[in-house]
């Protein structure tokens, strides 16, 4: 299907989001959308699959003028989208989760919802058991399942935000040749991503923006630094690594012990250093979670010791850590970080500690104010957190914390950000550094975790490996470890 858009503006409050944007997408084409987070790429696509409304403009689809109301109508016109957090019914099986929301009678014919699922499935090579309940799935089970359904719809335009968040390499290798074999079927395919090196892998052309405008077009041979410039508009290069040199003990753990329902990880010893940066690299729910969460009172130890400044926090409440100046900064900023619905000013009213029982207003609004300038974040006091890009929603949190901290645990800092944001969000972390604060962080990004760590943890099965000099590591190595070579039995 040919996909027009024509001058497309929308507003949200003072905020020119998409501004006089303009593009075609051919029939049998997968077509790149790249930039910087805040950049105006997730409300075009939300105006093109029916969730906004733009202000003015239009969409035409096989060159017809259509008017798309809702993402429901979307569908029917044949547009798609997979967003970022996959929307399904984790309680639900998945039979029933491609049923639900399809037009027709009450009682589907489940037997051949059954077989159009299995043959859909064969076309891609799929493998997922369709009585199983999706909050038993993977995440990028879980994707697989939102295009099943979404082609199963009848979709012909598939768009996809940031569809590799959070997903392992060998499912964005089988989700990038599933894209290649519907846009082979003459489907359009819309890819939005700030990755560069995912675009230029994947894209037949590439659609630049910045600060809501489409700034430029690029086809291949993509040349990097010319995508840098024109989403950014300036060159941008990595600071260079800073080890630290000393240690002045901080935390330390002696036959640490920490498990849930699935994976029980034991004989942790480990002592961390004022300043220090540990990353933790592994495969997603090999235990760098749980470790976090036993480092920050979150989940109860079940053996060993814990002591922070020299003080014994085993078995200690989240709210001990907290006022010893231990702070957690989840992966899920919207589920477990913020709270939808409040402002950022709301937030940094709960986030402080109030005196008395009277919120002073004007006093919050000041600091609100401030910290939206100090952590360069795109909004103003009243604006709410769900509103915001990702990368803004983690300047946000990270504007929530206190100072000063002994400890900051942190999953996934830079997940779904561009350059820029990584970067930027970096500079503020390495600051805290040079003021004692010791970080302990997940990242699945290997080239991160060598970057900006001065130790590493890897776990695999339950296992923890002795810590690794960052400095004389490398990816290859590193990626051996997670799949479970080169460990002593």
Partial sequence: MKVEIKNIHKHFGKVHANNDI????????????????????????????????????????DGKLTRIK???????????MLHQDPLDFPPMPVIDNLIIGQSGGLLPNRKVVRKQFEDLQARFNFKIDPDAYVDSLTVGERQQLEILRLLWLGAKVLILDEPTTGISASQKEMLFATLKILASQGMSVIFVSHKLDEVEQLCNQVAVFRQGKNVGQAMPPYRTPQLVQLMFGKSMELAPRIDSTSCDVLVHMKDLAVENYRLHISGINLDICKGEVIGLAGMEGSGQR?????????????????YIGQRDFTGKPYHQFLNSQVSYVPASRLEEGLISGLSLTEHFILAGEQQGFIINRDKALKLTESRIKDFSIRG?????????????????????????????????????????????????????????????????????????????LVFFGGKVSNPLNAGSTTVDSLGQLIGGKGWEN
């Avoid at 075609?24 to 409304?53: D, H, R, V």
Wanted: net charge positive.
């Fill in 290 to 306: 749980l470790f976090l969460q036993a480092c920050t009172g979150l989940r109860r130890t079940v053996g060993g010791k814990l």
């Fill in 70 to 80: 809702s993402p429901a109508d979307a569908i029917k016109h044949g547009v798609g």
């Fill in 380 to 456: 103003i006091p009243e604006t709410r957190v769900e509103s915001l890009s990702g990368g803004n929603q983690q300047r946000a949190l990270l504007a929530l914390l206190r100072s000063p901290l002994q400890l900051l645990l942190l999953e996934h800092p830079t997940r779904g950000l561009d350059i820029e944001s990584s970067m930027w969000i970096w500079n503020m972390l390495k600051e805290r550094c040079k003021t004692g604060t010791a970080i302990i962080f997940t990242s699945s990004d290997l080239d991160e975790v060598l970057h900006y760590s001065d130790r590493i």
């Fill in 22 to 61: 303009s593009m075609t997408i051919q029939p049998g084409t997968i077509q790149g959308i790249l930039g910087e987070n805040g950049a105006g790429k997730s409300t075009l696509m939300k105006i093109l699959s029916g969730f906004y409304q733009a202000d003015k403009g239009e969409i035409r689809l």
